[in-house]
């Protein structure tokens, strides 16, 4: 069975940095795209950036160029999302996604990674 | 890019048909065949319902339909059971990228 498993609970301060991970079990991902998807609070979905597996090609939402990088390593099918200076307001849910190259149907989804920045 | 505009909220009681909307633009829902709708229960990742404007995955029941007119998805629940009582979320193409929803709470009453 498919699977996409996220890195655990993150508490942070504001400035430090972060990297969450997003791992395919049981199936390679060469020719997927992963998408990252932040949840605040209380409030919907929003993609914030894409990466595709085999050939790292990246795109971002508009609002989250300049404000995170996407990342993914083939080799151990993880894909990646970072942040160099987190603020307050990235305290967040974030799931990452699969889809098929070419397709629009985003059919596998991870646990979640819980990110929660604090002074 | 702002988000697609959905209703907050939309009730009905079990057996009941509930419809959802999902309007855009141009841009996104009336310009790509590339609509998808997403459940939610709280604590749960989304679940894909619909892909493609109206195609359902194994698995999902008929209960869920969909289509597309112009610059505007909607999605209806046939039947309604408990366990629809969820969010849900449209998702469209947008050049390069994707937009969701706003998000509608679906309550079974």
């Known amino acids: 069975e498919v699977q996409l498993v996220q890195s655990g609970i993150e508490v942070k301060k504001p400035g430090e940095s972060l990297k969450i991970s997003c791992q395919g079990s049981?199936?390679?991902?060469?020719?997927?795209?992963i998408g990252w998807v932040r949840q605040m609070p209380g409030q919907g979905l929003e993609w914030m950036g894409f990466v595709h597996f085999s050939d790292s090609e990246t795109r971002y939402s508009p609002s989250f160029i300049g404000q995170v990088t996407v990342s993914a390593d083939r080799s151990i099918n993880t894909a990646y999302i970072q942040w160099s200076s987190l603020k307050a307001s990235d305290t967040a849910l974030y799931y990452c996604a699969a889809a098929l190259h070419g397709t629009a149907r985003w059919d596998y989804w991870g646990q979640g990674s819980l990110v929660a920045v604090s002074s | 890019q702002s988000a697609l505009t959905q209703p907050r909220s939309v009730s009905g009681s079990p057996g009941q048909s509930v419809t959802i909307s999902c309007t855009g633009t141009?841009?996104?829902?009336?310009?790509?065949?590339?609509v998808s709708w997403y459940q939610q229960h709280p604590g749960k990742a989304p679940k894909l319902l619909i892909y493609d404007v109206n195609k359902r995955p194994s698995g999902v029941p008929d209960r869920f339909s969909a289509s597309k007119s112009d610059n505007t998805a909607s999605l209806t629940i046939s039947g309604l059971q408990s366990e629809d009582d969820a969010d849900y979320y449209c998702c469209s193409y947008w050049g390069s990228i994707y937009v969701f929803g706003t998000g509608t709470k679906v309550s079974v009453l």
């Open positions: 141009s841009s996104d829902v009336g310009a790509y065949n590339f």
């Open positions: 049981a199936y390679s991902f060469s020719n997927y795209w």
